[in-house]
Each structure stands twice: as structure tokens, then as C-alpha cells.
């Protein structure tokens, strides 16, 4: 299938499962230009890249974000507080906030470029020790600390479900990050907590049951 076919499908798959809206974000890390253009084309406005020096090369040097204006370009990746000064020029929306030291230096260099910044905490549900992400019992003070930076605006929960056929498995990730972010926003006011980033290529079904707003699909929007 074409790549703007497999948008298709995936668009329509979300649809029959819900007629809420839900984000697709086209995650293009191992992506081209070209392919990003046509899904751009196809009608994603949602991009998403894990590393600064690849989304700089792709979307500032080569021209991608002039050419296309109208895109939101999102960090899924890990960031590193060294690679934060260059990231924040980037990207519209950091979605891997998972320590307040990142957190304080991302509010420290968007205060120099006069800029706010959409942010998402990335929560470690499943409790696996080689995934990135706060545990779900420290998101409360995680929260409040958060909301102390006046240049990040909070705007929801993201987190990643074990790699596993065990759909029950990954059903307890998402339903677990959805509790958690029902439990914050009757804390801190639903407002900051409008985006549940949950569900890629392998799992996004699952996740956009258990509430997911907006899923993160590289593999199978690009066939690999």
C-alpha cells in the first residue's frame, strides 16, 4: 500500500473505533523529505522525531518547515539536557519530559527565546527498568513542579506499552495511564491533561480504546 493509503486505513480504523477526536502524528525518524511530503500530502499535520540533530537537519536545513508551515513538529525521543537549547528552537511540543532538570532547562532556554512551549510528562506505566519515564506514584509532585515553570505549558501524559503480544498487558498501560491522568486532572484541572499520547504501530487500536487522543505510527504508515 501507498503511503497515503496506509493513512487512510489507519484514519479509518481509529474512526471505527471511536468518534473522538484523535490525533495521528506520522513519526518520520527513518523517514526522507520526500516521504515526509507525502504525508504531509496525504493530510498529516502531526510530526514526530526522537532525535534534535535529525529533526534539525530534515525540517530547518532542508527547508521542510518553511516549505510547510502549517505542521507541529513533536520530540518522542528521549532529550538530553545538553541537546535542550537546540530543541526548543525546533519543536512546537516536547512530548519525553521525564526529570525536573530537563524540565528546568527547557524553561530556562525557552525564557531566553521568549518562548512557551507545549510539553507532555512521559510516565513509565508498565514499570519496565529500561524504559524512560516517572513512575505514576511521583506524578502528583511531578505535576506540581511542573506547572511552577512559567514557560511550559502542560498539556497531557504520553507513555509506551511493553513490546509484547499480550494484549492484556498492554491494555493495563493504557488504562493505567488514563486512571492516572483522570486522578491529576481532578487535582489540577483537566485543562492540562487533553493529550493522551499512547499507541503506535503495533498497539494504536488497543490504546485508542482505552482513550488514547493522539497516537505516534512510524511502521506502518511508511511499510517499515
Known amino acids: 500500500m501507498s503511503i497515503r493509503e496506509n493513512w487512510e486505513k489507519i484514519n479509518n ?3 471505527k473505533i471511536t468518534d473522538r477526536n484523535v490525533t495521528l ?4 525518524k527513518k523517514n526522507s523529505p520526500e516521504d515526509i511530503r507525502e504525508i504531509i500530502s496525504a493530510g498529516a499535520i502531526c510530526i514526530g522525531e526522537n ?12 527547508g521542510l518547515y518553511n516549505e510547510f508551515p502549517q505542521i507541529e513538529l513533536h520530540m518522542i525521543g528521549h532529550l538530553q ?6 530543541a526548543v528552537k525546533i519543536f512546537d511540543c516536547i512530548q519525553s519530559v521525564e526529570s525536573e532538570k530537563t524540565a528546568h532547562e527547557i524553561n530556562k532556554r525557552c525564557a531566553v527565546l521568549n518562548k512557551k512551549i507545549d510539553v507532555l510528562i512521559e510516565v513509565n506505566v508498565s514499570g519496565e527498568i529500561q524504559k524512560a519515564g516517572i513512575q505514576p506514584a511521583c506524578a502528583p509532585q511531578f505535576v506540581e513542579n511542573i506547572l511552577r515553570l512559567e514557560n511550559l505549558n502542560l498539556k497531557g501524559l504520553m507513555t509506551m506499552a511493553p513490546f509484547t503480544d499480550n494484549e ?3 491494555r493495563l498501560t493504557f488504562s493505567g495511564l488514563r486512571e492516572l491522568r483522570d486522578s491529576l486532572s481532578q487535582k489540577f484541572g483537566a ?3 487533553q493529550t493522551l499520547s499512547m499507541g503506535m504501530s503495533n498497539d494504536y487500536k ?3 480504546e482505552e482513550g488514547s487522543t493522539m497516537v505516534r505510527i512510524g511502521t506502518a504508515l511508511f511499510n517499515g
Open 206 to 208: 488497543i490504546a485508542v
Open 168 to 170: 492484556s498487558i498492554i
Open 13 to 15: 480504523d481509529i474512526a
Open 81 to 86: 539536557t545538553r541537546k535542550v537549547r537546540e
Open 51 to 62: 532525535r534534535v540533530d535529525v529533526a534539525k537537519r530534515k525540517f530547518i536545513d532542508e
Open 25 to 28: 502524528m506520522a513519526v518520520t
Open 191 to 193: 485543562n492540562f491533561f
